[in-house]
T-cell receptor
Framework: GQNIDQPTEMTATEGAIVQINCTYQTSGFNGLFWYQQHAGEAPTFLSYNVLDGLEEKGRFSSFLSRSKGYSYLLLKELQMKDSASYLCAALRSNDYKLSFGAGTTVTVRA | DAGITQSPRHKVTETGTPVTLRCHQTENHRYMYWYRQDPGHGLRLIHYSYGVKDTDKGEVSDGYSVSRSKTEDFLLTLESATSSQTSVYFC?????????????FGEGSWLTVV
């Protein structure tokens, strides 16, 4: 099975930086996804990490440590539109099942 | 993304009636998934498919069945809907033609069982 943990809620100020942590335990790990989901909408793909290290895409960066079963999503220069739920998900290699954490609700305040 | 269409987008049905949700893709991808999303639980995998007529159960498959008779369609059926199946249902597709893995979601189907 898979066990994925992330904080329930985070609050930050516009223009600041927020780091959302995710820990996972899975058999046959084949990568870690991050998605953004606004209320009432579908999840949208943000990043996929399968190798250790940091990947940067504009204001969003994602980090993975396979040995520690740990990932984080870093949101820089926060904007009001970044208020959303952020979902961490682990992909299993033998059957490509994708399992999700419960999501982290980020609220950006002016 | 990946030409995913879910139907219906919204449905209200009565307890005990059968309901089928359809996920349609236009890009011939092999892997398709059905999830449900409920407050406090996040996205939970119901069933997934790795090819035509090849399906497997997820973590919350009780009360659901699926079929995939052709590559482009993955159907989720509630044989006898119950109020506990009121939820938002998302279909997802794994794009296996890019390096790495990319999994995209459909727009969702909101189901209310009364």
């Amino acid at each position: 099975g898979q066990n994925i943990d992330q904080p329930t809620e985070m609050t930050a100020t516009e223009g600041a930086i927020v780091q959302i942590n995710c820990t996972y335990q899975t058999s046959g790990f084949n990568g870690l996804f991050w998605y953004q989901q606004h209320a009432g909408e579908a999840p949208t793909f943000l990043s996929y990490n399968v190798l250790d290290g940091l990947e940067e895409k504009g204001r969003f960066s994602s980090f993975l440590s396979r040995s520690k079963g740990y990932s984080y999503l870093l949101l820089k220069e926060l904007q009001m539109k970044d208020s959303a739920s952020y979902l961490c998900a682990a992909l299993r290699s033998n059957d490509y099942k994708l399992s999700f954490g419960a999501g982290t609700t980020v609220t950006v305040r002016a | 993304d990946a030409g995913i269409t879910q139907s219906p987008r919204h449905k209200v049905t009565e307890t005990g009636t059968p309901v089928t949700l359809r996920c349609h893709q236009t890009e011939n991808h092999r892997y398709m998934y059905w999830y449900r999303q409920d407050p406090g639980h996040g996205l939970r995998l119901i069933h997934y498919s790795y090819g035509v007529k090849d399906t497997d159960k997820g973590e919350v498959s009780d009360g659901y069945s699926v079929s995939r008779s052709k590559t482009e369609d993955f159907l989720l059926t509630l044989e006898s809907a119950t109020s506990s199946q009121t939820s938002v249902y998302f279909c997802a597709i794994r794009n296996d033609r890019v390096s790495g893995n990319t999994i995209y979601f459909g727009e969702g189907s909101w189901l209310t069982v009364v």
